[in-house]
């Protein structure tokens, strides 16, 4: 059964995020936060010297990393189905993925218009300001809790459509470990500050926006090509429709020559250049 439905889909156009439950459980969910504790350090390990990206005590890191499982969950297939019903399009790129942790001591922090930090991610992830009518014009992202957040965890707070910009109306994001938020880069949210004094609040996502709208994205990832082994082998891993996803030209491409091939098997192990014959 799918968990990801076009009620879902109803629902993110009405409410301008949707929260999922449980999306990632059992045998899943434990080599996923094996793989995020290898990225993002605990609190343990860091409140002595705590990073100081976005407003303090918190950490950002998006690729390159040395996970496998982060890349390969970025794949999840009913994401991609659901991101091309949203976008209007079968043709999508993958954006960039993020991790994210915040810490004891951490304030908030984001580019907000007020002082609850309300804002949308449009300003740094498109050259174009919103469109209020086609929602396709914008990017759909995929955040994923694998460990449990709780009140004075710094949740992030959203607000339905319906409410505007009233942030007594919020929703904050309190989970379970395994939720999912889709959310968009027009969706009015706020981040919160960290006032338990242990512990760290994770999350990890993934998002994708429309393969024609260049003028789109927050970071990109053509900087990869080499000197990133894990990436290098993860795109050696995917077929060749899969790796469109990743800004990789369709197989037919004249790009695709005897001599190329040769390349592309050498950078990305793994690479299957009779797709492209």
């Known amino acids: 059964m799918s968990r990801l439905t076009d009620d879902h889909l109803e629902e993110l156009d009405r409410e301008g995020f949707i929260i999922v439950p449980n999306f990632i459980s059992g045998d899943q969910l434990t080599p996923l936060q094996a793989a995020q504790r290898r990225v993002l350090p605990t609190w343990d390990q860091i409140q002595q010297d705590p990073p100081q990206d976005q407003s303090g005590s918190s950490m950002l890191q ?24 949203w976008l209007k399009t079968d043709e999508i790129h993958t954006r960039v993925g993020c991790l994210i942790a915040r810490y004891p001591g951490h304030k908030a922090g984001g580019t907000g218009h007020d002082n609850s930090n309300l804002h949308i991610d449009n300003g740094n992830n498109s ?8 929602r396709e014009f914008g990017q759909i992202g995929f955040w994923i ?3 449990d957040v709780d009140e004075d965890q710094a ?22 470990a395994g939720t999912l938020c889709i959310f968009t880069n027009f969706t009015w949210h706020s981040a919160t500050a960290y006032t338990r004094e242990e512990g760290q609040r994770f999350t990890f996502g993934y998002s994708f926006g ?10 990109h990832y053509t900087h990869l090509g080499k000197g990133a082994a894990v990436f290098q082998e993860f795109i050696g891993g995917l077929t060749a429709k899969q790796r469109e996803l990743w800004r990789f030209p369709a197989a037919g491409h004249p790009y695709y020559t005897e001599q190329t091939l040769a390349l592309l098997e050498e950078q990305y192990p793994g690479w299957n250049s009779d797709e492209y014959r």
């Open 62 to 85: 998006c690729f390159p990393h040395e996970e496998m499982d982060l890349y390969q969950a970025a794949m999840d297939e009913e994401s991609i189905a659901f991101a091309r019903k």
């Open 210 to 219: 429309r393969a024609d709208h260049y003028w789109e994205g927050f970071k």
């Open 155 to 176: 949740p992030l707070r959203l607000i339905p459509k319906r409410y505007g910009k009233d942030m007594t109306k919020c929703v904050p994001l309190v989970c379970r």
């Open 145 to 147: 809790h694998l460990e």
């Open 127 to 134: 050259l174009l300001p919103m469109s209020h009518e086609l």
